[in-house]
């Protein structure tokens, strides 16, 4: 029996041919999309159906796959601004993630999958550190059940590294202990929305031993496996100190290759990692927002898209960002590497919507389940209303409306697994003014907590709460 029909709209599949379907319909039952076809015979096939979404005007996007996050650093934005990385790390980033609590973690992870939710998200891969509080995990699992985002949870590991705080470290039979405690318990729950992954911080923040640990349980358990790497410089050189290689090269030493690794940043992969990258079908999560941020530098990414490595873009933390947004990342994806290339051709508005859908699915190892609109496919897709905003209009061509005028105000319904979680500009799975309100709470109280913010002698109040 069908669930839902969103009727009569314009279908961005991103399918194997890049079709952009005019007056279709889009018939979902339970979880997956059952049917796609042209509006008129759609409507005579399916009748009384339980929900019908009126979509004439309006375009049909896959969900965006947001490949990289720390969603706890949601309550971190603009306490970071203006710092080179080894500051911003040691001055706010860790101070804060020491003292975090299960409180504190579940409303920055509500408000980060919100704001996922709200710019056209749909999964999301988050990256927790490891935490001096037992279980504290489970506080971003929490969210991901309460909004029903399709969530993967990468379980964090520190166990070495210059300038880390002891309490945010753990030793390799504890991260083991914690995963698979955490695998058991979620991985495969919420009909397969959330899945659970190996999250070493990066090859200089881990021993020999942890790398080795983890990659064997990520090969134990069937499961992804991803890291920082070659962020800046100094992830290089500090691996080289450690290990006596540069970080890829540990990889490849270790033997901690294959389709199963998504590699995040990749600023300074040279031609060699990269061969390595394409050869063993490793997979990159490109922050173009983040690097900006940091001003970690310019990934070679059309560079590795031309070699045949599969890229997924990302927020990254809200930390290094100071939003969630996926449309902005959309955005700036091609801007920066069109000026950095001084190419305008370099990077197209389609290949990028391509990079936020179906290769950030092929990047976490679930192209057969999302990230186009197929028969067969999970229903995770948003309605875009382009005129929600003065910003998308005139509309032109939907892919490059979504590229470069796309706004959260047009992102009017969201379906996840065939579920609706957002209808006519309207969260429907839990109360939005809550959520805000208390994650500012916690930010407050995180900040002061951490000493990164002078609360009482703010000149501003931050709504009437
Ligand atoms: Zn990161």
């Avoid at 710092?83 to 409180?103: D, G, H, I, N, R």
């Avoid at 699992?141 to 949870?153: D, N, P, S, V």
């Avoid at 590229?403 to 009017?412: A, H, L, Q, T």
């Avoid at 109360?431 to 002061?448: F, P």
């Amino acid at each position: 029996m069908t669930d839902i029909i969103v009727k009569n709209a314009t279908v961005v599949t991103v399918n194997n041919k890049r079709e952009i379907l005019k007056d279709h319909s889009i018939a979902i039952e339970n979880d997956r999309i059952t049917e796609i076809g042209p509006a008129n015979e759609m409507a005579q096939k399916f009748k009384g159906v339980k929900k019908e979404i009126e979509a004439v005007g309006k375009i049909v996007f896959p969900g965006f796959v947001n490949t990289h996050n720390h969603l706890f650093q949601t309550l971190l934005k603009g306490l970071g601004d203006d710092k080179v990385l080894s500051e911003w790390f040691t001055t706010m980033t860790a101070p804060s993630a020491k003292l975090l609590t299960e409180e504190a973690v579940y409303n920055a992870a509500m408000l980060g999958c919100l704001e996922g939710i709200n710019s056209g998200t749909t999964t999301v891969l988050d990256y927790m550190y490891p935490h001096p509080v037992p279980n504290l995990s489970d506080s971003v699992i929490r969210a991901f059940k309460e909004l029903q985002i399709r969530g993967i949870f990468g379980r964090g590991s520190v166990d070495t590294g210059i300038g880390i705080p002891q309490e945010i470290m753990q030793d390799p039979g504890t991260v083991e202990k914690d995963f698979i405690r955490l695998f058991e318990t979620y991985h495969g729950s919420e009909n397969g929305r959330i899945r659970i992954w190996l999250a070493p911080a990066a090859v200089w923040l881990a021993t020999e031993e942890m790398l080795l640990t983890t990659w064997r349980l990520a090969q134990k358990y069937n499961t992804g496996f991803t890291i920082h790497i070659s962020e800046t410089p100094f992830d290089r050189q500090a691996s080289a100190e450690l290990h006596g290689q540069p970080d890829m090269e540990v990889l490849q030493k270790l033997r901690i290759t294959g389709p199963n690794v998504l590699l995040v940043h990749c600023v300074y992969l040279t031609e060699r990692d990269m061969r390595m990258a394409r050869f063993y079908d490793m997979k990159v999560s490109h922050n173009p927002v983040s690097n900006m941020y940091l001003a970690s530098g310019v990934a070679p990414i059309p560079r590795m898209i031309e070699s045949g490595i599969t890229v997924g873009i990302a927020t990254d933390g809200a930390a290094s960002n100071n939003t969630n947004d996926m449309l902005e990342v959309v955005r700036m994806t091609p801007l920066l590497h069109k000026v950095h290339t001084m190419d305008p051709t370099i990077l197209t508005a389609a290949k990028v919507l391509e990079m936020a859908t179906i290769d950030g699915a092929r990047a976490i190892g679930l192209e057969a389940e999302i990230g186009s609109l197929e028969t067969g496919k999970k229903a995770d897709l948003f309605i875009y209303n382009p005129v929600l905003s003065a910003r998308s209009i005139p509309m032109n061509n939907p892919v490059s409306t979504i590229v470069y005028s796309g706004s959260e105000k047009c992102v009017e319904t969201v379906i996840i697994d065939g579920n609706i979680l957002k209808e006519d500009s309207r969260l429907l799975v839990a109360d939005e003014e809550k959520i805000l309100q208390n994650a500012q709470k916690s930010a407050d109280k995180l900040s002061v907590m951490a000493g990164t913010a002078k609360i009482k002698e703010r000149p501003w109040q931050v709504l009437a709460f």
